[in-house]
């Protein structure tokens, strides 16, 4: 068959391991898993009942323009609802972006490393990817805006940046924003938003009002705990996504995702109870780091990167055969590192006592 050339070099995502499978491999009965930058609160109890009370008839399609959903996040963000598109979860606008808008006769840039399914979407569409390293765990949008040509078609910025977890700073992101032409379309993947706590972090919905060639991703896969049920949105100006809306499947967002995103909404309580834990979280983090002399990334997510100078893959492995799956940064562009999702306290602290017993077992040599 004629399959794209390309996609026969492609290998199909790697999860990270599930918790039966590490349960099973290794006879543990307690599984700490780290690895996606899922919540650890789980999600709302809203969110919970509204699920065990639906009533919904499972038979009937989906509301394929999710109607309810649309209004309620126009009304909580202030846009209008021609502004938004859903998605099955945030990658599936990823994939819609790069059917819309990338081909071989294009190109996309991107920072190295990202969010893989940058480039992982933009190869499939056939076009040329060019990817500018990070500089520090940042974007560097100097050498970003030097690569946009006329053949520049998409340029995808993540703020905070998985895996890294720096985020872009207002007056660099508004400096880049003023140059790229306007017929480049910039994606601003904010899938780790409302955990972010520096004041200096940019008015997003502002910038799509002085730029009408953003769209802004965000997800209701992280901080509202709803990765399962996949549902993500962009927002961006009313042309952009008219534009955008035919490359959309018809209904793409399932029923129970709708009504449970609803109710994730309407429980700003939980988002911030999280947000709060969040931040302890990486305190706990940054303190042992900073006592034992391991590098890390200050990050704005619900995940530290961190650098132990030797093989990540084998602190990846020593913390999975003591039931904490982590994600070993070899996969994440970082070979030395190891990228933690951030935890309750109890389980921060139980995966610092495992890194503690491999220090001392390894010989280290901490810069
Ligand atoms: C997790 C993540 C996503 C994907 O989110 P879904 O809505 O679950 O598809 C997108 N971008 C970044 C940077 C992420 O870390």
């Given at each position: 068959m004629r399959?794209k050339?390309q ?8 999860p990270?391991k599930s918790i039966?499978?590490v ?12 690895a ?6 789980g999600?709302s109890e809203?969110v919970q009942?509204e699920?065990?009370?639906?009533t919904?008839?499972?038979s009937i399609y989906p509301?394929?323009y ?6 309620k ?10 502004q938004l598109i859903l ?5 599936e606008i990823i994939?819609?972006i790069?059917?819309g ?5 294009t190109n996309?840039?991107m920072?190295?490393?990202t969010?893989?399914q940058?480039k992982?979407?933009?190869i499939i569409?056939?076009?040329?990817i060019r990817?500018?390293?990070l500089?520090?765990?940042a974007h560097?949008?100097?050498a970003m805006f ?6 520049t078609?998409?340029?995808?910025l993540?703020?905070p940046n998985?895996?890294?977890g720096?985020?872009?700073k207002?007056?660099?992101?508004q400096a880049?924003?003023?140059?790229v032409?306007?017929?480049v379309?910039v994606?601003l993947d904010?899938a780790?938003?409302e955990?972010v ?8 919905l502002?910038?799509?009002e002085d730029?009408?060639?953003v769209?802004v991703?965000?997800?209701f ?8 049920l996949?549902?993500g949105y962009g ?13 959309r ?6 029923t ?5 995103a ?6 700003q ?9 969040n931040m302890a979280?990486l305190?706990?983090f940054?303190?042992f780091?900073d006592e034992t002399?391991l590098r ?7 995940f ?6 030797t093989d990540?893959q084998?602190?990846?492995q020593?913390l999975l055969e003591?039931?904490f799956i ?9 070979p ?5 999702t951030?935890g309750s306290r109890?389980?921060?602290a139980?995966?610092?006592?495992k890194?503690?017993?491999y220090?001392?077992v ?6």
């Amino acid at each position: 068959m004629r399959w794209k050339e390309q996609l026969l070099k492609l290998t199909p995502y790697q999860p990270g391991k599930s918790i039966n499978e590490v349960k099973r491999q290794y006879g543990l009965s307690d599984i700490v898993k780290l690895a996606s930058n899922e919540n650890p609160f789980g999600c709302s109890e809203k969110v919970q009942s509204e699920i065990a009370n639906f009533t919904g008839k499972l038979s009937i399609y989906p509301d394929g323009y999710a109607t309810d959903l649309r209004l309620k996040l126009a009304e909580n963000l202030g846009v209008k609802p021609e502004q938004l598109i859903l998605g099955n979860g945030s990658d599936e606008i990823i994939q819609m972006i790069s059917r819309g808008l990338l081909s071989p006769e294009t190109n996309t840039v991107m920072a190295a490393p990202t969010f893989p399914q940058y480039k992982h979407n933009g190869i499939i569409e056939g076009c040329e990817i060019r990817e500018i390293p990070l500089t520090d765990g940042a974007h560097d949008l100097e050498a970003m805006f030097a690569a946009i040509d006329k053949k520049t078609a998409v340029v995808w910025l993540c703020s905070p940046n998985n895996p890294t977890g720096i985020y872009i700073k207002e007056a660099d992101l508004q400096a880049f924003l003023s140059q790229v032409p306007e017929d480049v379309l910039v994606v601003l993947d904010e899938a780790y938003f409302e955990y972010v706590s520096a004041d200096d972090f940019h008015d997003s919905l502002k910038l799509l009002e002085d730029y009408k060639n953003v769209i802004v991703l965000r997800t209701f896969s992280k901080i509202y705990g709803l990765a399962s049920l996949r549902v993500g949105y962009g927002i961006a100006n009313e042309e952009t996504i008219a534009a955008l809306e035919p490359a959309r499947e018809p209904f793409n967002v399932n029923t129970l995702a709708q009504a449970a995103a609803i109710a994730a909404i309407e429980d700003q309580d939980f988002v911030e109870k999280c947000k709060q834990e969040n931040m302890a979280g990486l305190e706990q983090f940054y303190q042992f780091c900073d006592e034992t002399g391991l590098r890390y990334y200050p990050s704005q997510g619900n995940f530290i990167l961190i650098d132990f100078a030797t093989d990540g893959q084998e602190v990846f492995q020593f913390l999975l055969e003591r039931g904490f799956i982590v994600r070993s940064g070899k996969a994440l562009g970082f070979p030395t590192s190891v990228r933690i999702t951030v935890g309750s306290r109890e389980q921060n602290a139980g995966v610092i006592e495992k890194i503690k017993e491999y220090l001392r077992v390894n010989t280290v040599i901490s810069k």
